[in-house]
Nanobody
């Protein structure tokens, strides 16, 4: 069973930076889209950023200018560089992958806490 394994979450002060990483437990062929979502307490899960196999990226408005998504296709790895973090960025961040066949996978989530 494929699992997406996230790392890099933690506690950081406002204005700080974190980089999240995500890699499948086994190699997945034909991954098209990979991305990051987040869910804060009492709120719905929302898209942070995504990247397609051919490099098309999409960012939520709150992420533009502060977050950068990148991926290494040969390794099925996706990263999220987060700068200028704010307390409202506090959430559980989830990695997501979608194959060309439509299959999807989610990570278990990594907590990001930004203190004021």
């Amino acid at each position: 069973q494929v699992q997406l394994v996230e790392s890099g979450g933690g506690l950081v002060q406002a204005g700080g930076s974190l980089t999240l990483s995500c890699v499948p437990s086994i190699y997945i062929f034909s991954i098209n889209r990979m991305g990051w979502y987040r869910q804060a307490p009492g709120k719905q899960r929302e898209l942070v950023a995504s990247s397609t196999l051919n490099g098309i990226t999409n960012y939520a408005d709150f992420a533009k200018g502060r977050f950068t998504i990148s991926r290494v296709n040969a390794e099925n790895t996706v990263y999220l560089q987060m700068n200028s973090l704010k307390p409202e960025d506090t959430a559980v961040y989830y990695c997501h992958a979608q194959g060309s066949s439509g299959s999807t996978w989610w990570g278990q989530g990594t907590q990001v806490t930004v203190s004021s």
